[in-house]
């Protein structure tokens, strides 16, 4: 069973390649997140000698403030984002964004960051039948007002995930400006989607600053790009779900196992003791039984998990077993 995804989110991430849950935040928890992104910027901005009219992004940012941090296991999304993509997950990285109005004179079809399909050139082109694999998965935190007339908002393709190399480069020849969605939603609403869907942001001409959050979730083999490892102290004081996120173990175990001298054994890779992936009980306990229904993504290579061993032991001479 999935813990929290509908049918019609299931299908919208698969035919779409996203979903969007609108107020997930109250009035009060916005107000919150953004005083807690006003002060990261303001710090920001002393460090690197900004003003108040430069856009912060900031990379892992979340650490910096306890109510970032908790938007990255926020447990209505955290259900979604396992019901999406399995529970062998860590943090990937996370993006803070504080993009304060441009000038009136900025020219609205300019977009800053360009069209792009996430990690297209960083994995050099590794694809999965010609289509780029699904090895990050994002959620979008709007915490300022994305329905404003002129402000900034994320643009997407639906189905663009499923391109192929072709059509993915030739794709300026024939779109249909029609088929682009402008993510216009209301402030506390949340995106979840495959980050190879073609994507680019409009410049923010509305009055108010725009505030979003990317958390991006990957498999635990993959390693972060927003960070290398995430403090410790910080992770002594977690959760051990959150723990796991942040890259350690939730038991706090060494990552290469019980012998890391002798017998280093990666246990992103392979793990000795599924304990210390306590997101895997955090979700059993949360779906109520077998049988369960994480990856609903399509593209999610489906864990074989714990139990599971190799059957296929003698050498095959050809011959196929009676009634097969
Ligand atoms: O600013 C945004 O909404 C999207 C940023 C972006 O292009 C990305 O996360 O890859």
Redesign the pocket.
Known sequence: MAIAMTEQQKDDLNRKGFFIVEKLLCADEVAAVAAAMDQVATEVRAERGLGPGDTVGLRNGMIRHEKLLDLMDHPAILELVVDAYGWNIHNRDS?T?CEPPKPAASDPDILS?GW?F?YEEEFCGSTVDGTLPLLDF?V?WYISDHTESGHST?LVVPGSYTWSREQRATFEEWLDPADIVAVKVPAGSVMLWR?TLL???TPNLSATERK?I?VSYTPRWVRPSGHLDQDAELIARSSPVRRQLLGAMGDLSHPLGSDPVNNPNSQYWFTDDWDTVPLKAWAEARAGGPPYDWGTGLGVSHTKGPGYAFTQVTVPDGTAPEGS
Do not use: R, T
């Open positions: 993006v964004l960051l792009h996430d994002k979008g994320i980050p994507h680019g942001v979003a990317y």
